[in-house]
């Protein structure tokens, strides 16, 4: 080998290896600041901030309690929430669970549960039963894509409680829909599916919103592209409710998703404002018609803050939401003993 040609190949290797040290310093930086993400929004002051611009939040240091979380982290908490959706519009549309060979995990992922309770929806409006069965082959497809994207490290499926007289007369009695002894049974009627999709699909969006923030290049592509998926479905959700509720307002639709909104408005807690991430003392709405500045009947079909822009809830307060407690826990609700992976409590709600 010529001199040129040596000294050529030395400093390729060199740029070989700054590249590298680039790659990696990236990856632990956006590690870093998932951690701090993680609790960003969540405060204990009820008063709005004076400015929209968010403050940079400090990179966390690991210990015992406060570990480092990394993409798959946060993949397999994205998982954990497409197993529960997979799962009902399974059930709903064809009466049995998801596949089992889309159940299983690595042996250190977590205990692998069955998803129970649910059954087929004897739909009565053909549209519903047309958009549940295209969101049904969307969760399955998101799990799929998911558990092949996290590989060697993906959590196995929870334990799923989609039972009438489980999680969902529970959500149903904390909402105020049901009372006494009476049960919610999401598989009743078209409406009743409605509400119990409308429950679980503006919670998957703000959670993929809140998740996306923490992911680098692929990966963000990627779980933005999921999260343009929920708000469609939320948006179909929201919208069939609304036609239905104005159609029929015998029907209580829109009071119901109302009552179902301030639920989970109660259950996630509140803190301090930033319209800039879309954190909200009440980050949720329900689907109820408000006046425009003409004094004109509006729509709600998308909830926003006042910047035009979709709330955002990060992975504690959503699972104050799924397990259907206000406190610091680890499991209940639609998930009896908890969630798969790292990201598995939820916030003492103030």
């Known amino acids: 080998m010529g001199e040129s040609e040596l000294i050529g190949a030395l400093d390729a290797r060199v740029k070989r290896r700054e590249e590298r040290r680039a790659f990696f310093g990236q990856a632990l930086g956006a590690a870093a600041l998932g951690g701090a993400m993680l609790t960003a929004g969540r ?75 649910g059954r087929a929806v004897n739909f009565t409006d053909p549209v519903v039963a047309q958009y549940a069965r295209e969101i ?36 149903a009695r904390a909402a105020g829909l049901v009372g006494g002894s009476a049960t919610f049974d999401p598989y009743s009627s078209d409406e009743n599916f409605l509400l119990a999709s409308f429950l679980f699909e503006d919670v998957g969006v703000t959670a993929y919103k809140s998740t996306t923030a923490l992911l680098t290049s692929t990966l963000r592509e990627a779980a933005q592209g999921i999260l343009a998926t929920e708000a469609y479905h939320a948006a179909m959700i929201r919208g069939t409710l609304y036609r239905k509720g104005i159609q029929t307002p015998s029907l209580g639709l829109i009071e119901a998703a109302q009552k179902i909104s301030d639920a989970r408005d109660t259950l996630d807690g509140s803190v301090t404002e930033n319209l800039t991430l879309g954190y909200a003392p009440d ?39 799924l397990y259907l407690n206000r406190a610091a826990v680890t499991s209940g609700g639609f998930f009896p003993a908890g969630v798969n992976g790292a990201i598995k409590t939820s916030a003492a709600a103030t």
Do not use: C
Not at 44 to 55: E, L, M, N
Not at 69 to 92: R, T, V
């Open 43 to 117: 405060a204990g002051a009820q008063t709005a901030t004076p400015t929209p611009t968010p403050s940079p939040s400090p990179s966390p240091t690991a210990t015992s309690t406060t570990p480092i979380l990394g993409p798959s982290d946060y993949l397999n908490f994205a998982l954990n929430l497409e197993y529960l959706e997979a799962n009902f519009y399974a059930f709903a549309t064809t009466g049995a669970a998801i596949a089992s060979t889309l159940q299983g995990g690595v042996v250190t992922a977590g205990v692998q549960g069955a998803a129970t309770g």
């Open 136 to 171: 049904a082959a969307d969760e399955l497809a998101h799990v799929t894509f998911l558990r092949s994207s996290i590989g060697a490290l993906t959590v196995a499926q929870p334990a799923i409680d989609l039972s009438p007289a489980g999680a969902f007369t529970t959500a």
């Open 283 to 321: 980050d949720d709405q329900g689907i109820t018609p408000t006046t425009n500045a003409a004094g004109e009947t509006v729509s709600n079909i998308v909830p926003l803050n006042s910047n035009g822009l979709a709330y955002s809830r990060t992975s504690d307060r959503v699972l104050n939401i």
